[in-house]
Nanobody, 123 residues
């Protein structure tokens, strides 16, 4: 059974850093595009970043220069390094797969959503 598990969230002060991990079982991550999404309380899901099967990377404008997505094929894990965190980054962060291998702005094309990990940025 395919399962994605996110981890690494927590409470951090503004300006701090966190590294989120997306680990998969029964699914090889480098064969798909892997997206990170977030959902703040009372808001819809927002695409944050994506890494395609050919390792192209994409970021939403609000996180460019602060977040870095990467993939460790040996560990079958995708990471989201987050720096210079702001209160507006507070959300539940999820990872999901786009089996076609290409990052897609259509959130509905992503599958195997994990339960998410909470990121709270607060003083």
């Amino acid at each position: 059974q395919v399962q994605f598990v996110e981890s690494g969230g927590g409470l951090v002060q503004p300006g701090g850093s966190l590294r989120l991990s997306c680990a998969a079982s029964e699914f090889t991550l480098d064969r798909a595009a892997i997206g990170w999404f977030r959902q703040a309380s009372g808001k819809e899901h927002e695409g944050v970043s994506c890494i395609s099967s050919d390792s192209s990377t994409y970021y939403t404008d609000s996180v460019k220069g602060r977040f870095t997505i990467s993939r460790d094929n040996a560990k079958n894990t995708v990471y989201l390094q987050m720096t210079s965190l702001k209160p507006e980054d507070t959300a539940v962060y999820h990872c999901a797969a786009q089996p076609g291998g290409t990052c897609d702005s259509n959130i509905m094309s992503y599958e195997y959503w994990g339960q998410g990990t909470q990121v709270t940025v607060s003083a």
